[in-house]
């Protein structure tokens, strides 16, 4: 019996693609965008992944985008300063293009109306994200913030879904989690002992053999949690 679901943010609940995208092409508007999108979308993981690692601070991980960037783009070798400026900059457009995928706001009404407890957990910096959360507009909703950056430790360790649950004061396996990640969302949370789900919203066919269920959007999920639907993997 599920009595609480929590969910991942970026990707999940916020259009952080789109809005990345929106605040990228508005920066450099005489770059092609079929080149600059991905190769941000590039440099964003590969940084993120090394601030999550411990190699780089959250300040350093946003110089580590943009100083390759500009150099690719012909601006030169830019210095921290010159980078800050620009980080600062671009972060107004991305936080302006923050908006909430379409169904979020009836999906969690809908389960929240059910009783269930509801709350996030998320890989990032804990004052980023919870503004994320507030500028959705989702904060009362949305009470339970779990980010790496407090808990120290990141999706898929089991050791940030189990903190989730014991702070909601459910056990794991009265728990769902649904990410837009196969690996650090659903099998994480599914090997910390909590059913996860895999919000898959790209158009590929679903791959052979997944070990947990797979929505294509967040619509599916009520129906997925009713007490007499069985989640395993079809
Ligand atoms: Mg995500």
């Not at 052979?208 to 949690?225: F, G, K, N, Q, Y």
Request: glycine content about 8%; hydrophobic content about 45%.
């Amino acid at each position: 019996m599920i009595t609480a679901v929590l969910f991942d943010l970026d990707g999940t609940l916020l259009d952080h693609e789109g809005a990345a995208a929106e605040a990228i092409t508005r920066s450099f508007p005489d770059a092609d965008p079929a080149w600059l999108v991905p190769r941000w979308t590039e440099l964003t993981e590969a940084a993120v992944d090394r601030y999550l690692a411990g190699e780089l601070s959250f300040t350093a991980q946003r110089r580590a985008r943009i100083v390759p960037l500009a150099r690719e783009l012909g601006l030169g070798d830019w210095d921290e300063a010159r980078a800050d400026a620009w980080v600062a900059g671009f972060l107004a457009l991305y936080q302006a293009a923050w908006r909430p995928f379409p169904e979020v706001g009836r999906v969690l009404d809908a389960l929240a109306g059910r009783g269930l407890r509801l709350g996030v957990i998320t890989n990032g910096d804990a004052e980023q994200q919870r503004a994320k959360i507030e500028r959705l507009g989702l904060a009362d909703l949305l009470r339970h913030v779990v980010t790496s950056s407090e808990t120290g430790s990141a999706k898929p360790a089991a050791g940030i879904f189990r903190a989730a649950c014991a702070g909601l004061g459910v056990p794991p396996n009265e728990a769902a989690y649904v990410g837009d990640r196969l690996i650090t969302d659903a099998q994480g949370a599914a090997a910390a002992g909590l059913t996860g789900v895999w919000l898959d919203r790209s158009t590929e066919p679903a791959p052979d053999r997944l070990e947990v269920p797979r929505i294509t959007s967040l619509d599916a999920l009520p129906r997925l949690l009713e007490p007499d639907h069985s989640t395993e993997p079809r």
